[in-house]
């Protein structure tokens, strides 16, 4: 089973960027879909983005939609989720995902990281 590590959240001003990575670890990375899901305290996760194995698909949230870019490398076996705009409602924890075969469904997605925090300041 692939293991996941998120990293680049933290704390910033309401329309700052920040790039999120996760790196995998498994030989299988290059086949999976991943995916960025998010939780903001007391409400449920939700899915964010999504990436086909070979980039040529993405999904977004309508929430991240102009704003979000989600990115793959392959060969570093590495997931990347730039945002730009942030907005106090991004405040959330940021998960990565994998599965296989795209979704936009958060429930599509049961192997995740630890997760990263992101907050947004107004």
């Known amino acids: 089973q692939v293991q996941l590590v998120e990293s680049g959240g933290g704390l910033v001003q309401t329309g700052d960027s920040l790039r999120l990575s996760c790196a995998a670890s498994?030989?299988?990375?290059?086949?999976?879909?991943m995916g960025w899901l998010r939780q903001a305290p007391g409400k449920e996760r939700e899915f964010v983005a999504s990436?086909?194995?070979?980039?040529?698909?993405?999904y977004y949230a309508d929430s991240a939609k102009g704003r979000f870019t989600i990115s793959r490398d392959n060969a570093k076996n590495t997931v990347y989720l730039q945002m730009n705009n942030l907005k106090a409602e991004d405040t959330a924890v940021y998960y990565c995902?994998?599965?296989?075969?795209?979704?936009?469904?958060?429930?599509?997605?049961?192997?995740r990281g630890q997760g990263t925090q992101v907050t947004v300041s107004s």
């Open positions: 498994g030989r299988s990375f290059g086949s999976l879909a």
């Open positions: 990436i086909r194995w070979n980039g040529g698909l993405t």
């Open positions: 995902s994998a599965r296989r075969g795209i979704s936009d469904i958060v429930t599509d997605f049961t192997v």
